[in-house]
């Protein structure tokens, strides 16, 4: 696996937009189909988004479609997921992950620490 470090996460008024960033060292993501997953407090962790290697192919869980949207910048070694209309439902801790390229859905790796997302009403 690659190690990668999630950021960009904060507090923020339902409403509004965040954007989070995968970066990755050592390695390079270019090569991988990448996700984002979330976990809120007290639920199991669940898809939000993924993308191809190439990134013209993205997913979307039916929560967060029309609302989010994932990039990556493979010269920069990292995937995004820009956030916007957020609703208090949306607080988790976020996590990137490659994911198979037969189940979009589907964890490759290990979890990173992920970043803490928390919407207010």
């Known amino acids: 696996q690659v190690q990668r470090v999630e950021s960009g996460g904060g507090w923020v008024q339902g409403g509004g937009s965040l954007r989070l960033s995968c970066a990755a060292s050592g390695r390079t993501l270019s090569t991988y189909a990448m996700g984002w997953f979330r976990q809120a407090p007290g639920k199991e962790r669940e898809f939000v988004a993924s993308?191809?290697?190439?990134?013209?192919?993205?997913y979307y869980a039916d929560s967060v479609k029309g609302r989010f949207t994932i990039a990556r910048d493979n010269t920069k070694n990292t995937v995004y997921l820009q956030m916007s209309s957020l609703k208090p439902e949306d607080t988790a801790v976020y996590y990137c992950n490659a994911v198979n390229t037969g189940d979009y859905q589907r964890d490759r790796w290990s979890w990173g620490q992920g970043t803490q997302v928390t919407v207010s009403s």
């Open positions: 993308i191809s290697w190439t990134g013209s192919r993205t």
